[in-house]
């Protein structure tokens, strides 16, 4: 398997790569000291925990980070956010220095878009997304405006789609990687991004892809020779696999914390309450640790009610707060910040053996992964903005049924491995 590698800005972004790259992938948070043993993965993901740095922080670490990777062989890719936001130009800055950048922000699989390089919503403008109102800079009308001082060309729609084969597209961006730093490419549809990530990889120059978990999938499909698809692969929903060994489950109860301000997640709450779910509210700056319930599902809300001007602070508050808690609990976290928080605050540095979550009807619940973490819990992330009413109803239920057929781990996931294959 060839090697490709993902530096993403934050945890759900991360955990969202690593899902797209399939099970076999591993995520790392910190690798400033070097690369752990699970660096070791053909398929590597990196937090950076750089969304909410000051941008000359947020260069200086990705440079930190491109240095330690120096001798890793194989593709590398950089994971941003499918609406631009976060230290974009400042990130790309260092990785144009290694190499020819191509970049596009659609995920066609969430409704964003590139037209005539312009990024959209829906259709619409990302000044206009809830997202961006809550931001304080202004949002980019173009995506070369997330680029900084790099030099840039655009392939347009007409021009991807107007290639006859891979190769083509390989050696034309191969050409412009010569005189342009960047190439932004506009990408409506699964097919394009497909189409892109097959020129990708066969570009025998050094380059690095910039996208979201959409194009992470493709590229990755494209590796391997397969026609990507932008979904869960069969093997990987089938919910019919044989039945694992008859071993002591690990169930432990469930805790969902919930730091997103989203009015999303606000709803996603109020279906875990009606569901039965214990929900504790609090805001970390004026409260007393909780105590934790019996309840299977135990939800740890920070009120959205509250006025907060440091996130990144806030979000740190909630987990020192809570975190002594939790020793016990598989977690569901939502929200980038708070899950890198928590997962901080309980000494968890790697996540391995990623499978999507799955809604009742068997499709893929944007953004929701679970994941094994290096002290033997089940962890789920969820980005704050993602998902319908029942997103993290069915992110918890999710890890039930993975608990419910794992057998009770260590803090070595390394001894679980055999029996990572027979989850569903």
């Not at 089938?238 to 690990?250: F, G, M, T």
């Not at 929200?335 to 009742?360: K, R, Y």
């Amino acid at each position: 398997m060839q090697h490709l590698t993902v530096i993403a800005d934050d945890l759900s972004g991360a955990v969202e790569a690593a899902g797209a790259l399939g099970p076999a992938s591993a995520l790392v948070r910190d690798v400033t000291a070097g690369l752990p043993h699970t660096s070791a993965a053909p398929r590597l993901v990196i937090d950076t925990d750089s969304r909410s740095l000051p941008s000359d922080a947020a260069e200086a670490r990705t440079r930190t980070v491109l240095h330690t990777l120096r001798d890793r062989p194989g593709l590398l890719m950089k994971k941003i956010d499918s609406q631009l936001r976060g230290n974009i130009a400042a990130e790309l800055r260092p990785l144009a220095a290694h190499a020819a950048i191509v970049m596009t922000s659609a995920a066609p699989s969430l409704g964003r878009t590139v037209l005539a390089g312009r990024p959209l919503v829906g259709g619409e403008p990302l000044a206009v997304t809830p997202a961006w109102q809550r931001e304080t800079s202004r949002a980019p009308e173009r995506l070369s405006d997330s680029t900084g001082d790099l030099t840039t060309f655009s392939i347009h729609l007409d021009e991807l789609r107007g290639f006859p084969t891979p190769a083509l597209l390989g050696r034309r961006l191969a050409q412009l990687a010569e005189t342009h730093e960047c190439i932004l490419v506009d990408a409506e549809t699964t097919t394009d991004l497909e189409r892109l990530a097959l020129g990708i990889v066969r570009l025998d120059v050094p380059v690095a892809a910039v996208g979201a978990a959409d194009l992470i999938q493709a590229v990755s499909a494209a590796q391997l020779d397969s026609r990507p698809s932008i979904g869960i692969p069969a093997a990987l929903a089938d919910h019919h696999a044989p039945a694992p060994p008859a071993r002591s489950p690990d169930r432990r109860p469930v805790a969902v914390v919930v730091g997103s301000p989203e009015p999303s997640a606000l709803a996603q709450v109020e279906a875990l309450r009606a569901a039965g779910a214990t929900v504790t509210r609090l805001d970390p700056r004026d409260s007393r640790a909780p105590i934790a319930t019996a309840s299977r599902i135990w939800v740890l809300h920070a009120d959205p009610r509250a006025a907060v001007i440091d996130r990144p602070a806030y979000a740190r508050a909630f987990a020192s707060l809570c975190a002594g808690a939790l020793i016990d609990h598989d977690l569901v976290l939502t929200g980038g910040e708070t899950a890198g928080a928590f997962l901080d605050e309980l000494g968890i540095t790697s996540l391995t053996h990623p499978n999507p979550v799955l809604d009742p009807d068997g499709r893929a619940e944007p953004g929701i992964i679970t994941m094994r973490a290096d002290d033997g819990r089940l962890i789920a992330t969820k980005p704050g903005s993602f998902g319908g009413p029942n997103a993290l109803l069915t992110a918890a239920a999710a890890i039930q049924l993975r608990a419910s057929t794992t057998p009770k781990t260590t803090a070595d996931p390394a001894a679980d491995d055999y029996n990572e294959r027979w989850l569903p």
